[in-house]
Every structure is written in structure tokens, then in C-alpha cells.
């Protein structure tokens, strides 16, 4: 019998050798995110509720460093706007210059741009300096009902659009665009952004926080995506007809707040988006994550006591309550840099899946491979479904390595997939060749890649990659495990599987398992909290999977 079926005690399975016991001071782990660079370009408001006074306060609410350039002057305050004054279109091109000449750029949110001039200034200058992330809000109606836009400026409005990467019209501007009626209930509204999203060929994120009634809620996602009007909730959608996102339509339910203090509720959603994106890389990741912020502030919206109109929302309000020493509940948005310490979610992970590694090393397939008692057909089942496995799997990591936020991670994941399928082809031309095997696809690999697949198309690389991370880590303690077990066992020649145990000491593949858990726990540092505990999530079901997995050859072999 193996050593193998002696363990017991889940403890004896920590730490692991793959998470080092300095992990959290380790000096191997990727560089914190640099903070993102955001430029406004937008109209000042006095009053500091809407406009660049708006995207300043949400870009360093949600973790960014935040820069303006003013395209107009109002006078304004929570009643209405009571004049606008739009400066030359050649000082804000001069404003625009200076700063593009001097700083590094990682995303831009524009808002109100004035008329026609403003707009070419604004266009020609996104075109010279290409910024890797545009969020374009087409202000052209405030809250008050005030026109914001000449409408002798809506064609050079129209020209600007496919610059953009997302587009975040009210209802009202939406319907503007289109040159259509506004949208009467949330199904229409889809349709509408649907139209534009087609229009433009870029993102557009339609907002129901301008339907009269209510819409679906989180217990009618499935009616809210379906355009179902129910409940009292208050959904946004990410539309895309070229295939950017996961889905076609992407609608994230929310809760509808009663509150009159709304003013500058789309400048600072659009602010917030472009800043988590240029950190996140993921457009569904960023709204996730900004929507519950959002909601945060318009619930605590009152407790600032600004004007006796659509007062502003509360943009730090989450800071206000860490100051306060209240506890974040599950529905309020931790800020950023607030997640857990470097190397406490992977610490986390590796201690949940203590169980199933336990559950691995009990297998007889597990156990028979360490003392050579294995059935040839059950190794050879085993071997079979892996290959077919791999090459599932490469997608996926193609998959994170597309959506990956940094270069090195992106060449992480493509270099990762690459070698799936070098693996895939070795097995095939060293194993399977001189072994008959079943090449149907077995129950447990095709639930295993489907779980998979369906991380990748989350929208979410935070899910997506720790999904993918069972298969380094737990693969890679296990084989380290039955290495260390051949070895003691003096490594006989004799041994049936003895090439394929000595494959196990391979420190290539345990150095992309130490850098695989590092970029997965740095994804998760990046992460809001309900995008954390659906990595966690995701890396459980992977794991056991994991379990199924080697248990496989014994069922269908």
C-alpha cells in the first residue's frame, strides 16, 4: 500500500510548497497596479455635483489619479443650470496638448463638449494620441430637463462616437442619437442600445435609472435580460453586436434608491467606469464593481446636506464609514486598495481546497499510481481524456491571456496555452500511440471544460483565471507529492508508470504554478468584494473537478 493512504490529517497537507510561508512579504509577487491615469474632459460646475468637479471626486473614489480639462463654464447649482459659457476650442486643445506632451494617459471620460468646435478639437486630439481606453458620456440633457448640447453640434457628436470604447447615454440622450421616441420601459431600451451599439461599433452601456416604475432586480435577472418589466429594481446593460463581450447583452440588476439627489449621477458612473477599466481590463469587472459604489452613494446621498435641488451624491461615502468604524456590508463597495493583503486570498484558497487534495490522495487510481497497482486500461483512459482536456484548457488560458490586464500576464497565459498544447501533441506521440484508447469524450472532462469555458466567458478575468488555477496547483502538488513518494520508494526501474512519475519534477511547470497563484491573487487584490467571492467560487467548483477527475478512469474507464 502507498504512503499515500496513510494521511489523514488534513494538516499535514500545509503549507504548501507552491505558496511560500513569506508569500505575503514576498519580493517575487507582481508589482501593485500603478494607480490609473484619468483624464476628464468636461464641463465645470460650481456647485461641484455634476461635470469635472463630479469626475474628479469619482476617479479618486475608485482609485485613480485624476486630471480635467474644461470644456465649458456654467453657472449652475442643484436647481438648474442658468448660463454656459463655451471658452475656444483652441485653448482646450492647448489644455489638451499640455497634458497629453507631459503624462502618461490610461483612460479618458469625456462629457459635455459644447458645440461643434469643441467636438473636432476633442476628436482630432483622440485621434493623434490614440488613449487606450475612451469613455465617451454624450451629455446633451441634464437631470434639470436644461439642454446641454446645441443641437447644431449633435452630427459632429455622431462623428465622435466610434472613437469611443464605451458610450453612456441617459435614456433621454439615447433616444436623441437614434432619433427615436425614449425608450418606455427596459426592453425597448435594450433595443435602443442595441441599435447604437451597431451603429458606432463600440460598447454602449444603457441605464435604467431613468425608467419610470421599476425594473427587475437581482431575483429577476433572467427577466431583466429577457426585457421583462418587473420588481422595483434598477438594472444597467453593456451592449456589443461585435462579439467584445462575453454576450451579446450583459444586464447587471440593481437597486432602485428613492432619492431626489441625483445631480451627477452620469458623469460620475462614467468617471468611475473609465478608472476601473484602465484598472480591471474588463468591462463587465469594472461595472460590477462600480455599480455597487454607485449605489453607495446615491443611499448615502442625503448625509451631505448640499442645496435644496437634486443635491449630489456622496462620493466618498464609503470612506466616510471606514472613518466612522462601520463594517461594509455585502451590498457596499470596498475602496480601492482597501482588498486583502498580498498573498491572503491565495492563502485562502489553498486552505479550502485541503479537502479535496485530502479526497485526491485517497483515490485508488491516486494510490495505485504511486505503488505501480494501477490498470494499465484505467492509466490509459486517464492519459486519453487529459489530451482532450488540454486542448479545452488552451482555449481558456488564450482566453485570460486576451483579457489580461498587464503584458506580463498576457504572456503568461498565451505562453501557458501554448504549452497545453505541446503537452497535448507529446502525449499523443509518446502515450497514446502505443496504447489502444477510447477518444470519446468522457462525462467529467466535458463538465470539467465546460465549467471552464463558462469562467471565460464571464466577463470577469479574476474568475476566469482562478478557475484555471486548480488545474496548475492542485496537479502540481499532487505530482509533486507522488515524485517525492517514486523517490523514496528508490525509484525502481520496474515500476510501470516510472517515466510518468518522473515527468512530476518538471520545475518549469512548478514555476508557472507559483506565478499562476501570484497573478490570481493579485487579480483578486484588484478586485471588488463580490467579484472576489466569485473567483472563490470558481476555484472550489475547479477543484472539484480536480477530484472527479482522477477519480474518472475507475467510473468509465
Not at 440622450?173 to 432619433?179: G, W
Not at 427577466?223 to 429594481?233: E, P, S
Not at 479545452?392 to 500576464?409: D, K, M
Amino acid at each position: 500500500m502507498s504512503a499515500l493512504s496513510a494521511r489523514s490529517n488534513p494538516s499535514e497537507f500545509l503549507p504548501s510548497e507552491f505558496l511560500p510561508a513569506n508569500f505575503l512579504h514576498s519580493e517575487s509577487l507582481p508589482a501593485p497596479p500603478r494607480i490609473p491615469r484619468v483624464l476628464a474632459i468636461a464641463g465645470s460646475d460650481p456647485s461641484g455635483g455634476a461635470g469635472i468637479q463630479a469626475d474628479l471626486k469619482s476617479i479618486a473614489a475608485n482609485g485613480g489619479y485624476g486630471m480635467a480639462a474644461v470644456t465649458a463654464l456654467t453657472a449652475q447649482n442643484t436647481q438648474g443650470v442658468r448660463a454656459v459659457h463655451v471658452p475656444p476650442a483652441a485653448f482646450l486643445t492647448a489644455q489638451l496638448d499640455a497634458i497629453s506632451d507631459d503624462i502618461g494617459i490610461d483612460a479618458v471620460k469625456i462629457g459635455m463638449l459644447g458645440d461643434a468646435a469643441v467636438i473636432d478639437a476633442v476628436r482630432g486630439w483622440l485621434e493623434k494620441v490614440r488613449p487606450a481606453v475612451v469613455v465617451l458620456d454624450p451629455v446633451m440633457v441634464a437631470t434639470s430637463g436644461d439642454r446641454l448640447l446645441q443641437e447644431s453640434a449633435e452630427a459632429a457628436l455622431q462623428a465622435l462616437l466610434p472613437l469611443a470604447d464605451l458610450i453612456t447615454p441617459n435614456l433621454a440622450e439615447l433616444a436623441i442619437l437614434l432619433k427615436e421616441p425614449v425608450a418606455a420601459d427596459w426592453a425597448e431600451a435594450l433595443a435602443q442600445g442595441k441599435r447604437l451599439a451597431a451603429l458606432t461599433g463600440t460598447t454602449v452601456l444603457v441605464k435604467g435609472g431613468h425608467l419610470q416604475g421599476g425594473q427587475p432586480g437581482d431575483a429577476d435577472a433572467a427577466n431583466a435580460a429577457a426585457g421583462n418589466a418587473a420588481g422595483a429594481g434598477c438594472p444597467d446593460a453593456l451592449v456589443n453586436t461585435g462579439g467584445l463581450l462575453g454576450q451579446e447583452t450583459v444586464v447587471v440588476p440593481g437597486e432602485r434608491i428613492a432619492t431626489r439627489n441625483s445631480h451627477g449621477t452620469g458623469c460620475s458612473l462614467s468617471s468611475a467606469m473609465a478608472t476601473v477599466q484602465a484598472r480591471v481590463g474588463d468591462w463587465e469587472a469594472a461595472l460590477r464593481e462600480v455599480k455597487p459604489w454607485l449605489l453607495g452613494a446615491l443611499r448615502e446621498a442625503s448625509v451631505l446636506d448640499v442645496g435644496t435641488g437634486n443635491g449630489p451624491v456622496h462620493h466618498f461615502h464609503h470612506l466616510q464609514q471606514l472613518q466612522d468604524g462601520q463594517h461594509l456590508t455585502d451590498g457596499q463597495c470596498r475602496p480601492a486598495g482597501h482588498g486583502p493583503a498580498a498573498g491572503e486570498f491565495a492563502a485562502a484558497l489553498r486552505a479550502g481546497a485541503t479537502g479535496d487534495l485530502e479526497a485526491i490522495y485517497a483515490l485508488d487510481f491516486v494510490r495505485g499510481l504511486a505503488d505501480g497497482s494501477l490498470p494499465e486500461h484505467e492509466f490509459a483512459y486517464y492519459l486519453a481524456q487529459d489530451a482532450m482536456y488540454l486542448n479545452g484548457y488552451s482555449r481558456v488560458l488564450a482566453r485570460a491571456a486576451a483579457i489580461a490586464p498587464t503584458e506580463a500576464e498576457q504572456l503568461f497565459w498565451a505562453r501557458s496555452a501554448q504549452t497545453c498544447l505541446e503537452v497535448e501533441s507529446e502525449l499523443h506521440r509518446s502515450w497514446l500511440s502505443t496504447r489502444p484508447t477510447d477518444s470519446t469524450l468522457g462525462p467529467v472532462t466535458k463538465s470539467y471544460v465546460d465549467h471552464l469555458l463558462a469562467a471565460s466567458v464571464s466577463g470577469s478575468y479574476g474568475v476566469l483565471v482562478a478557475a484555471a488555477l486548480p488545474c496548475f496547483w492542485l496537479y502540481a502538488e499532487v505530482g509533486s507529492t507522488l515524485h517525492r513518494e517514486f523517490l523514496a520508494g528508490g525509484a525502481a526501474g520496474e515500476h510501470p508508470y516510472a517515466d510518468w512519475l518522473k515527468t512530476y519534477a518538471d520545475e518549469d511547470f512548478a514555476a508557472a504554478t507559483r506565478q499562476a497563484i501570484a497573478y490570481t491573487d493579485t487579480a483578486a487584490r484588484r478586485a471588488s468584494e463580490s467579484e472576489r467571492e466569485a473567483m472563490a467560487l470558481a476555484f472550489r467548483q475547479s477543484s472539484r473537478y480536480e477530484v472527479d477527475f482522477f477519480d474518472a478512469p475507475r467510473l468509465y474507464a
